[in-house]
């Protein structure tokens, strides 16, 4: 066992080699990267140029693009948490030393439409035969900024942007921006801290 805890066992994703083997798109992976065993790749958009991570980054969690689109860039010396979840339908940029804590979830879009017919024809579609090509799911792109870390079991949701060294408490829900160098928690996730202050 190695000092970090990442042995050989948990180093190994049979899940990432089968994908590749059944010849569905996965993700490209910068110099020392490691998707460790409970890391998914779900690229339902079909396009491994989709789903990037930046050198030295350590990947426990799913990432994934629906068929309708989505994008998702991951910078370097990133950590994203086992049982995190990222889905884009539109794009997901995440800067340089990011930290993504367990059972963080980042959507950029609703995932399923409001209306309930079109809600329940998505479902129909994605029971039958998988997620629909054509839909609107009032995609809009995330950015998290280089520095920030999301705290576990956090959301952070469509259209947002949370800024360098930002910091998103354990459970909050992000529903706005958050400036650089500022903390936020709660549900809907309020600023407790910012500037200088969030920094000590
Ligand atoms: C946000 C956090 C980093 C603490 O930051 P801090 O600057 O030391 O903040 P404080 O502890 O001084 O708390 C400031 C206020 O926010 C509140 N607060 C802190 N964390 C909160 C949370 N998760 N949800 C709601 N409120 C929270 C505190 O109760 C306090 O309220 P008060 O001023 O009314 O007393 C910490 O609470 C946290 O959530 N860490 C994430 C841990 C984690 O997810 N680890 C997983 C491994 S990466």
């Keep these: ?5 990442w042995d ?3 180093q190994m994703n049979f899940d990432y ?4 083997l059944l ?3 996965t993700c490209r992976l910068g110099p020392g990267v490691r998707l460790l065993r409970t890391a998914r790749i779900r690229n339902i958009r079909g396009d491994s140029d989709c789903i990037t991570i930046g050198a030295n980054s350590i990947i426990r969690g799913e990432l994934a693009t629906f068929a309708h ?3 998702i860039e991951i910078g370097s010396w990133c ?7 990222i889905w884009s339908g539109a794009s997901v940029v995440i800067g340089d030393r990011v930290l993504i804590a367990h059972s963080v979830n980042v959507f950029d879009n609703l995932t399923h439409p409001i209306d309930p017919e079109a809600r329940h024809r998505q479902i129909q579609a994605i029971f039958n035969h998988g997620h629909p090509r054509e839909i609107d799911l009032d995609d809009q792109p995330v950015r998290i900024e280089d520095d920030a870390w999301l705290g576990a079991g956090s959301f952070v949701m469509r259209g947002v942007r949370i800024g360098a060294r930002a910091i998103v408490a354990a459970g909050s829900v992000v529903t706005k921006d958050v400036a650089s160098d500022t903390t936020v928690a709660g549900n809907p996730a309020e600023v407790i801290k910012s500037g200088l202050e969030a920094r000590v």
Aim: avoid cysteine.
């Design 1 to 5: 066992m190695r000092a970090n805890g």
């Design 17 to 20: 080699h089968l994908q590749r």
């Design 79 to 85: 950590y994203v948490g086992e049982g995190s979840r």
């Design 69 to 71: 689109g989505g994008r």
């Design 8 to 10: 050989a066992a948990s």
């Design 23 to 25: 010849g569905r798109a």
